[in-house]
């Protein structure tokens, strides 16, 4: 491969370096998503290879791949914190309070009489936070089994833990885009993203409690 070529996308004119093994291909424009074929250079390169040249192209949207090539753009998982901080602050403050008094009551000096009465509630603590314990991993392994990826050709969110569900719906198709928010969703920027295709009445991917939904939902509009 070569040194990358500085053009200006049709699209949206900004700066795009292509990689000169790409010339005459059809290639997407990162930002915009335009497609356009870069000509080869016919005698003299482009861009001279300068200092100047050199920080113009760093400072651009390198190319290294065909408009056909499917890339990931974005991915993200269901936000836990965000998504309800009442209930996540409560269940750690629950977890994180029973085991550190559990572990001062038994390592903490006491007369023989004390030592058993002491023993029982340290072991109801421990048991107490063991169990909050639990309810946040298995909340963390839920939010870990949602993810939403947009590539630059579809939107894809896939649910499960041990069976597996897909649903896609390709940019090209995208007919419908509505973000839900509360008011304290959405001063901690989370929230709702459904997605329905021009060939179907219901909305196809439904994704909730994501981070940043109306950042996502521009990406996939830049792309349609």
């Known amino acids: 491969m070569g040194d990358p070529i500085l ?8 700066d795009v370096a292509v990689e ?14 335009s497609k356009f074929v870069p000509e080869p250079p016919r005698a003299e390169p482009m861009q001279v290879a300068t200092e100047r040249a050199s920080e113009d192209i760093s400072e651009a949207n390198v190319v290294d791949r065909t408009a056909d090539d499917e ?4 991915q993200v ?11 996540f602050l409560l269940l750690s403050t629950v977890f994180v309070g029973c085991l550190v008094l559990s572990g001062v009551i038994w390592f903490w000096p006491a007369d ?7 023993t029982s ?20 392994v839920r939010t870990r089994s949602m993810t939403l990826t947009v590539t630059n050709k579809r ?20 007919r419908n885009l509505q973000i ?22 219901d909305l196809e991917v439904v994704a909730k409690g994501i981070p940043s939904p109306g950042e996502i939902a521009a990406l996939i509009r830049k792309r349609q």
């Open 7 to 14: 053009y200006k996308c049709p699209g949206c004119n900004d």
């Open 20 to 33: 000169s093994h790409l010339c005459g291909e059809s290639v997407a424009c990162p930002t915009c998503g």
């Open 71 to 74: 890339t990931i753009i974005h």
């Open 77 to 87: 998982h269901q936000a836990m914190f965000r998504r309800n901080p009442f209930w």
């Open 112 to 118: 023989q009489g004390r030592w058993e009465s002491a």
């Open 121 to 140: 509630l340290g072991l109801v603590l421990l048991l107490i936070a063991l169990v909050f314990g639990a309810m946040l991993l298995v909340w963390w």
């Open 155 to 174: 939107t894809r969110l896939r649910e499960g833990i041990l069976a597996k569900q897909t649903t896609e719906v390709q940019h090209d198709d995208v």
């Open 180 to 201: 839900d928010q509360s008011a304290v969703q959405r001063l901690l920027s989370v929230g709702d993203l459904a997605i329905s295709s021009s060939g179907q009445d």
